[in-house]
């Protein structure tokens, strides 16, 4: 049976599948349902786990042995085959088999596994699964659903945010549910039983991204020219991926491009931070900023984001130098960046 995730606290009752397979690419919503099938297991009588990793020279062959060992300690006791990305080959597949077809009565077989190609789902394995026990199916939440998705996980906990809150966070998770659930604990902790505004999410924000992308940009825009150059180095030392603060200092400087150009159309600020996804204080920050450029000037930097992006792709050059420039003269240093 195929269930989706919200679906699996209703189908759990006191006599257990004998198999669950959790499959997807959403982390949060994976831990989270497996969490929620242990916690119902242990009450019903499940005290015992034992966890299997599917790795390189794994002896399928264990499976079983593990199924018909006596327990020292309990008598009903979880079997978690963690399967990763690992596929399936015949004989492991024939083995799985075999086992669901004798499914011992005191075993409940927890099986995890990323998100499944069209060949393992049209598979005997999976047919097996889906016929014997419950298969839940984790699809990642879409960008259109997120603000709900935010607004019910807020709830859950006990926590009200603002419209514009909720569209700051989902531009600062950018899709990611662990991130989001950290940030709504975080908010929780700090304005327990208040309404969250965006002003409030971009204090929290701002310290926890000190020295992360967010905290470059923010860095930049308020011309703090030695925080710029410290979260730099630690980026860079770090490992991040150049191509990453490529993507956030050129949606900046497109983003004030945009200012200036509503403004001298005479589009409201609102409006234009509302398109651009700009909450709270940083309207005004990103609105003092665009007056301090020319058009050329930003369309220069723009320019040299692109041979950022040039050289990330193999050309001479290194993209970190000029990032560097490109984040020193949005701090309103003057560089001659030309080559």
């Given at each position: 049976m195929k269930i989706k995730?919200?679906?699996?606290?209703?189908?759990?009752?006191?006599?257990?599948?004998?198999?669950?397979?959790?499959?997807?690419?959403?982390?949060?919503?994976?831990?989270?349902?497996?969490?929620?099938?242990?916690?119902?297991?242990?009450?019903?009588?499940?005290?015992?786990?034992?966890?299997?990793?599917?790795?390189?020279g794994f002896k399928w062959e264990y499976l079983l042995e593990c199924?018909?060992?006596?327990?020292?300690?309990?008598?009903?006791?979880?079997?978690?085959?963690?399967?990763?990305?690992?596929?399936?080959?015949?004989q492991a597949s024939d083995i799985l088999q075999e086992y669901l077809k004798r499914p011992a009565e005191d075993n409940v077989l927890l099986i995890i596994a990323n998100k499944l190609d069209g060949t393992a789902k049209r598979s005997a394995w999976f047919k097996a699964i889906d016929q014997q026990g419950i298969i839940v199916e984790v699809w990642p939440v879409e960008l259109q659903q997120l603000p709900g998705w935010i607004n019910n996980?807020?709830?859950?906990?006990?926590?009200?945010?603002?419209?514009?809150?909720?569209?700051?966070?989902?531009?600062?998770?950018?899709?990611?549910?662990?991130?989001?659930?950290?940030?709504l604990?975080?908010?929780?902790?700090?304005?327990?039983?208040?309404?969250?505004?965006?002003?409030?999410?971009?204090d929290s924000v701002s310290d926890s991204s000190r020295y992360d992308i967010y905290g470059l940009t923010?860095?930049?825009?308020?011309?703090?020219?030695p925080r710029c150059n410290k979260i730099i180095e630690v980026l860079r030392q770090e490992g991040t991926e150049a191509s990453v603060a490529l993507w956030a200092i050129a949606r900046e400087v497109r983003s004030l491009i945009a200012i200036q150009n509503g403004l001298q159309?005479?589009?409201?600020?609102?409006?234009?931070c509302q398109r651009e996804r700009i909450w709270g204080n940083r309207k005004n920050q990103m609105r003092n900023a665009a007056s301090r450029f020319s058009p050329d000037t930003l369309n220069s930097m723009l320019s040299h984001c692109?041979?950022?992006?040039?050289?990330?792709?193999?050309?001479?050059?290194?993209?970190?130098?000029?990032?560097?420039?490109?984040?020193?003269?949005?701090?309103?240093?003057?560089?001659?960046?030309?080559?």
């Open positions: 995730p919200e679906q699996l606290a209703n189908k759990l009752g006191p006599q257990p599948a004998p198999v669950y397979l959790l499959t997807g690419d959403e982390t949060l919503l994976i831990e989270e349902s497996g969490d929620l099938l242990r916690q119902h297991l242990h009450s019903i009588g499940f005290s015992e786990r034992e966890t299997l990793h599917v790795e390189g199924a018909n060992a006596l327990s020292l300690f309990a008598e009903q006791k979880i079997i978690e085959l963690r399967l990763g990305s690992h596929k399936l080959n015949k996980r807020a709830q859950q906990i006990g926590l009200t945010l603002e419209s514009d809150a909720v569209q700051l966070l989902c531009e600062r998770i950018e899709g990611n549910l662990l991130a989001a659930k950290q940030e604990d975080k908010l929780n902790l700090l304005y327990a039983g208040q309404t969250v505004t965006a002003d409030m999410v971009m923010e860095a930049a825009i308020l011309q703090q020219i159309k005479g589009t409201p600020l609102d409006t234009i692109a041979e950022a992006d040039a050289q990330i792709k193999g050309a001479l050059g290194d993209p970190w130098l000029t990032l560097s420039g490109i984040t020193l003269q949005l701090a309103g240093i003057e560089l001659n960046l030309e080559r």
